[in-house]
């Protein structure tokens, strides 16, 4: 068994400040994440390649990360975080970032993590930034709430040569009760029908035994409105070290695509992921647009 883990993360606000650590939902974190670390993490479990995810907006800590990926004989690639609302700089610091990530391991995405809490979706700058994107064969990281599903949505039919990759599933409301999860579920459902998003079953607490329980439903679901060949594999590391370590982590989620073909459970655990960054082929069909359809 071959896993690619899409989405970890690193940092050393030592180095490069993170003030959202200094939230109070975010003040049990380790204040540095670093790939040493990370590697002790992942040793003896069956990841093989990795994806690192920049926290921090800064272009020295894309730098930083890009360095300790090039050292690791783990990180593939990175995600660097930039605004794509940057009118002055967007553009350029995504041509700044393919020079610097030229030798393995490459720059292999972009994150915006508030390009859907802002209005901002319609601007010149973000449009003429995602059609950058597009064209440099770059996949772009959206967060985004289940309010905010349908706003993506839209962002995806009006780009559907960019893909778009939805972190953590659209943060599904597991302790909100069930009307909320259904609402979230056909959000999700409906932003499915854009074949140009992919999304990442990552940033999820353990899964449990227990009948109902909201984790292993939003895992079912997702599987089931996106299919493996869209979905990946993410431990969210070292958010998980608040519940698990990462071997636990990482085990209990291949254990709930158990129900899957072998086809379909290594399409989640690494082929999305070669597909989508390691461009080991396209990551959605070149001829298809977004299905229109009802965003419920």
């Known amino acids: 068994m071959t896993v690619i883990d899409a989405h970890h993360h690193l940092w050393d606000a030592r180095l490069h400040p993170q003030p959202w650590l200094d939230a109070a939902d975010a003040r049990d974190l380790p204040r ?27 272009p020295d800590e894309t730098r930083w990360l890009l360095d300790a990926a090039r050292r ?14 940057d009118t002055g700089r967007g553009p350029a610091l995504i041509v700044a970032a ?4 030229g030798g393995p391991p490459p720059l292999v995405g972009v994150r915006d993590p508030a390009l859907l809490g802002r209005a ?43 893909t778009f990759v939805l972190d953590h599933i659209g943060y599904p409301p597991l302790t909100a009760g069930r009307r909320t999860m259904g609402s979230w579920a056909r959000g999700l459902g409906a932003l499915a029908r854009c074949p140009n998003v ?18 292993s439903f939003a895992i079912v679901h997702a599987i089931e409105v996106f299919g493996p ?6 431990s969210d590391w070292p958010v998980t070290t608040r519940s698990t370590d990462y071997r636990p982590c990482l085990e209990r989620l291949t254990a ?12 989640i655990r690494s082929t999305t992921a070669r597909t989508v960054y390691l461009r080991d082929a396209r990551a959605t069909d070149e001829s298809g647009r977004c299905e229109e359809g009802p965003m419920l």
């Open 98 to 101: 393919d020079a610097e990530g």
């Open 72 to 85: 690791s004989s783990v990180i593939a690639g990175v995600v660097m975080q930039r605004s794509l609302a």
């Open 198 to 215: 992919v999304a990442k079953l990552s940033g999820l607490p353990p899964t449990s035994d227990r009948p109902g329980d909201p984790v």
């Open 229 to 234: 060949r869209r979905l990946m594999l993410g």
């Open 256 to 267: 709930s695509l158990a129900g899957l073909s072998p086809a379909d459970q290594d399409a």
């Open 32 to 58: 540095h994440a670093t790939a040493d670390e990370f590697s002790r993490a992942v040793a003896a479990t069956a990841v093989s390649a990795s994806i690192c995810v920049q926290a921090g907006p800064s």
């Open 120 to 162: 901002t979706t319609g601007d010149r700058a973000v449009r003429a930034n995602l059609d950058l994107l597009a064209e440099r064969g770059l996949p772009l990281d959206v967060l985004a709430t289940p309010a905010e599903l349908r706003g993506l949505g839209s962002l995806a039919r009006s780009h559907p040569s960019t």
